[in-house]
Nanobody, 124 residues
């Protein structure tokens, strides 16, 4: 059974950091590109970062570039999202998803599988 489980969310003050994890079971992550996307209340899903399987090339939305870092540990079948310098506008539920290619990471209708999400709240 294909399953993705996100964890690591929580409440953090502006300027703080969190590291999100995306653990896969039922399949091998390194066969897929993996995207982190988020959804804030009343807003559309937003792809924020993607990492491809072959050479770990990454891509980032302008809104998070320079603050977020995506990485993968194929031995642990896990992808991470390190989030630094967090801002209130980063508040959302964060999900990881498989996608055919990072070319599609900004297109939510191209996501194949995703987990239940982990909530991130940035507030003082």
């Amino acid at each position: 059974q294909v399953q993705l489980v996100e964890s690591g969310g929580g409440l953090v003050q502006p300027g703080g950091s969190l590291r999100l994890s995306c653990a896969a079971s039922g399949f091998t992550l390194d066969y897929y590109a993996i995207v982190w996307f988020r959804q804030a209340p009343g807003k559309e899903r937003e792809g924020v970062s993607c990492i491809i399987s072959s050479d770990a090339t990454t891509d980032y939305a302008d809104s998070v570039k320079g603050r977020f870092t995506i990485s993968r540990d194929n031995a642990k079948n896990t992808v991470y999202l390190q989030m630094n310098s967090l801002k209130p506008e980063d508040t959302a539920v964060y999900y990881c998803a498989t996608v055919r290619s990072c070319y599609y990471y900004t297109r939510p209708n191209e996501y194949l599988y995703w987990g239940q999400g982990t909530r991130v709240t940035v507030s003082s």
